[in-house]
């Protein structure tokens, strides 16, 4: 018994848990597709503009030439096991790479050679940062005319802080680039009629020798065996720089970067001998969960997953999770700790984008989708039932912006209110509510192109006609200036036990000193055991509930700190529950004796204009109450970024595109709240 075991945990070794990251456009999907392709799994190469890719398979995805959903493909390259997920690189669907990156092991972030570091690269690189992802580089474009591996490097360094190292370097025959200098091995790779290993060319030589010295001097000052070789031999072998380069990719103190051109084939093959050499397998990933119930990458431990993603096909729903001890085998019994359920495992499947293996049973460090649970939620923790273990869920990015919706026909009403609830159930970013004053359905996302698809899914796949309102952003309400010592009393009585809490509340700005903050802070200064404390928690409880409506125009609040100062309890009367009424009406009398302002939404745009068109592009802005914060001018165009009000920007994607003859582009993210005005 104990063999097989070691023999199982042996091969978590060979398994490599990987996302590909990037900016919108920068070659992800492309990149995923060379890398299906070389490893046998496709016998074509998928093209994005032929809507004809593996992980692309939305008809909503090929129409629109992005990647909305994450999808996980699982290949095999130099006796390694890999499962591949593609993320989406637009910013409205950002709540998909952070689901991905909380069950990967490694990364691969795609850099545009022109753009390099373009602004949802820098939000999925702070992502991946969040849960201590180790990536390396891949700068591909290097093809295009501007592209320019040095001025890439360097926007990695200064934009996203970590220590890059060049493990390659580009050939050019003329101005056609051709390959990559094998920095490590020290040998020249090149794609005429597929992949050549040669010597480095003679008028290169000068160049790849300073390179491998600066690379050798990088890897020495940071690893100690490598520095014990280096200052004993004045330099390195390429085993050990490759095995200090694992060292330090996965502690995160370097990214070594790679470069290519996926579309025309170049570069891919010693990307996937990258993967396999320096991004870590379950194995060398730290232990999950917390106080006694951690569990470590080993098929001998209890079984304990993760669910990531929940997605409704056309027979069944499919729950995909990260397996991260023990075995889980096809017909178990598990644990939905969260819920408190019991769930059964009818099929395992290994995922290849929308087709799908069945296999007995899955491992810790495997991601496989789930058939037969029924109301497992994105999030939950699945574990054997005599063994539980509560992992952290990935946070839920907060929606920024709402539609109302609503069926054509009658008969279409209760339909569109399942098709919702199943929707939010599969993207937490999602969520529905009824306005209580108008009675409408309003659906709220994460940006405009996100509610866009979210509505075209229910008139594609539920078959339903709707109409949708104009887009509302989600404005906040944040305190001015508070109140101190409102006192707030609690009493009813309505027949057997009644209902007392005293209470005495501070409201304050949460931060002085600053004009906008987001959050909210409760803490109590009650001395000599007046309010207990467990009904110091219920009172944070129902203040926290009275955040939910502000005062001005029934948004969220935000950017609040409460402090209860004082109280009293009745001997009989006082419960949990009455201190938490008290808590929710007293906040809400005293954000009513405050100065409330309301916080709209900002993002960051960045747009792509010709030189030509800039004049035009920069007074529109300045009539949506852009702030410039700066321009870049590359070859042929210049690159404008600007702080904006979300509310500004509807229907800028038509207006951009009349006043640059269709030829400008725009990405947006967001940065956080601002005073209305």
């Not at 039932?385 to 990015?397: G, M, N, Q, S």
């Not at 509310?647 to 400008?664: N, P, V």
Request: hydrophobic share 45%; with cysteine; aromatic share 4%.
């Amino acid at each position: 018994m104990t063999v097989r075991t070691n023999i199982s945990r042996q091969t978590l070794a060979v398994v490599r848990n990987l996302g590909i990251l990037a900016h919108v456009d920068a070659g992800k999907t492309t990149v995923t597709e060379r890398m299906l392709f070389l490893t046998g799994i496709t016998h074509r190469r998928g093209e994005v503009h032929d809507g004809t890719t593996v992980t692309d398979f939305d008809p909503q995805e090929r129409d629109r030439g992005i990647t909305i959903f994450a999808a996980a493909v699982s290949c095999e390259w130099a006796g390694h096991r890999l499962t591949v997920i593609d993320t989406p690189g637009h910013v409205d669907f950002s709540d998909e790479v952070e689901r991905s990156l909380r069950v990967l092991d490694g990364a691969v972030a795609v850099f545009d050679a022109v753009a390099g570091v373009e602004p949802q690269s820098e939000s999925v690189w702070r992502r991946a940062d969040r849960y201590g992802v180790p990536r390396i580089a891949f700068v591909n474009k290097m093809d295009r005319a501007g592209a320019d591996l040095t001025a890439a490097v360097a926007s990695i360094r200064e934009r996203l802080h970590p220590v890059p190292v060049l493990v390659q370097l580009p050939v050019y025959t003329g101005d056609v680039f051709a390959g990559v200098v094998d920095l490590v091995h020290l040998r020249a790779l090149t794609w005429e009629d597929g992949l050549m290993a040669g010597p480095v060319p003679d008028r290169l030589a000068d160049e790849v020798a300073q390179r491998r010295r600066e690379l050798e001097e990088a890897v020495a000052e940071r690893n100690s065996a490598a520095l014990e070789e280096f200052v004993e031999r004045s330099g390195l072998s390429a085993e050990t720089l490759a095995a200090a380069l694992r060292e330090l990719t996965l502690s995160g103190e370097v990214v070594p970067v790679l470069c290519g051109a996926a579309y025309r084939d170049i570069g891919i093959e010693p990307l996937l001998d990258a993967v396999v050499a320096y991004l870590p397998s379950p194995l060398d990933r730290p232990a999950v969960g917390a106080g006694e119930d951690v569990r470590a990458a080993d098929p001998a431990e209890p079984c304990v997953a993760l669910a990531f993603k929940v997605h409704a096909t056309p027979t069944g729903r499919l729950t995909f999770v990260r397996v991260y001890s023990g075995i889980l085998r096809k017909g178990d019994t598990v644990l939905d700790v969260g819920g408190g359920r019991r769930e059964r495992v009818a099929r395992i499947l290994r995922v290849q984008a929308d087709r799908h293996a069945e296999v007995e049973a899955a491992v810790a460090g495997d991601i496989v989708a789930l058939v037969g649970p029924k109301a497992v939620r994105v999030g939950a923790t699945l574990c054997a039932p005599d063994a539980p273990a509560l992992l952290e869920p990935p946070a839920p990015t907060e929606p920024v912006m709402s539609v109302a919706v609503e069926a054509r026909t009658s008969a279409d009403t209760e339909k569109l209110a399942a098709a919702l609830a199943r929707l939010a159930e599969e993207d937490p970013s999602l969520t529905v509510r009824t306005d209580p004053e108008t009675g409408q359905t309003l659906l709220a996302g994460l940006g405009e192109l996100h509610l866009e698809v979210v509505v075209e899914k229910l008139r594609r796949d539920r078959g339903l006609s709707v109409t949708v309102g104009r887009p509302q952003v989600a404005y906040r309400e944040t305190v001015v200036r508070g109140v101190r010592g409102l006192t707030y009393r609690h009493a009813k009585q309505d027949g057997g036990a009644g209902q007392w809490a005293h209470i005495v509340l501070d409201v304050q700005p949460l931060r002085e000193s600053e004009p906008v903050a987001t959050g909210f802070e409760f803490e109590s200064t009650v001395v000599g055991g007046r309010v207990p404390a467990e009904f110091v928690r219920a009172v944070a409880a129902g203040c926290r509930d009275a955040l939910a409506e502000g005062p001005l125009a029934g948004h969220p609040v935000t950017g609040v700190r409460v402090t209860l100062t004082d109280g009293a309890t009745h001997s009989k009367d006082s419960s949990e529950l009455a201190f938490r009424t008290a808590g929710r009406l007293g906040l809400r009398e005293a954000l009513r004796a405050s100065a409330m302002a309301l916080l709209e939404p900002l993002v960051e745009l960045t747009v792509t204009v010709l030189e030509d068109h800039v004049g035009a592009v920069l007074g529109d802005l300045a009539a949506r109450r852009g702030r410039v914060t700066g321009s870049v001018a590359r070859p042929g165009v210049v690159v404008v970024t600007a702080t904006v009000p979300l509310a500004e920007l509807f229907g800028y994607a038509t207006r951009l595109r009349s006043r640059t003859q269709g030829r400008g582009t725009f990405t947006t993210r967001p940065l956080g709240y601002a005073l209305a005005p």
